[in-house]
């Protein structure tokens, strides 16, 4: 079940060369409802293959707020709608336990995009650990070049390589450097660079290095 709400305002204005054209912000709350009964057999009695294998009982609700900042540009061609920032924040309530003596809530998300120029893109996520209130994780990237700032563009990834959405996106995409920050509660910090450049549609040269910020 999902709701869309927005307002426009009329804001123009250049300001830190950010290019903005009328300001549109987007409310998008949803709720995901997931119901599954128990199997005849039990996981425990089926030799694991795969994911199909571990399938049990699901009752679970899942909220989720999204919120945006559009504006319009102009790309030399036609007026384009761009996202400024993203924010969603979601969690999840489970109705049984797997002890089956209550409900349990789920660890709360945030994940915050923003694209203030055309080639930059900046992005954050943390988790919050609702029983234990404190923050699990908290992951942070930013990523520099032609075209990244547009949705098209680098997709960090929160592992050892930053994910390229395709081979046709690769040969687009002349270069870009990336630095990230990792933290784990309790685990690691780390620092990561990233930087590559394409060498045509079907060649690209790059780099990624993490440094252990914690001894």
Do not use: C
């Not at 912000?25 to 089926?46: D, E, F």
């Not at 969690?91 to 003596?101: G, L, P, R, S, V």
């Not at 404190?134 to 520099?144: I, K, P, R, T």
């Not at 780390?190 to 040269?205: C, D, H, S, V, Y």
């Amino acid at each position: 079940i999902g709701l869309r709400l927005f307002r426009v305002f009329e804001t123009e204005t250049n300001w830190a060369g950010i290019d903005i054209h009328r300001l549109r912000h987007v409310i998008n709350p949803t709720i995901n409802y997931t119901y599954r009964p128990a199997p005849t057999i039990p996981p425990s009695r089926l030799t694991q293959f795969d994911g199909v294998d571990s399938v049990d009982k699901t009752n679970v609700i899942s909220p989720q707020l999204e919120q945006k900042l559009q504006t319009k540009r102009f790309d030399g061609k036609a007026w384009r709608s761009v996202d400024l920032a993203r924010l969603v924040i979601g969690t999840n309530y489970t109705f049984k336990a797997e002890n089956d003596q209550g409900g349990q809530m789920g660890n709360v998300t945030g994940d915050l995009e923003l694209r203030p120029y055309s080639w930059l893109l900046m992005e954050m996520d943390t988790t919050f650990t609702s029983h234990r209130r404190q923050f699990q994780s908290y992951n942070f990237d930013l990523v520099a070049g032609p075209g990244q700032g547009s949705p098209q563009g680098v997709v960090p990834d929160k592992g050892d390589r930053t994910n390229i959405q395709d081979e046709e996106q690769m040969g687009q995409e002349p270069w870009f450097v990336g630095f990230g920050w990792r933290w784990l509660r309790q685990s690691s910090a780390q620092a990561t660079f990233e930087a590559a450049f394409n060498l045509g549609r079907k060649w690209r040269i790059g780099l990624y290095e993490r440094f252990d910020v914690r001894k």
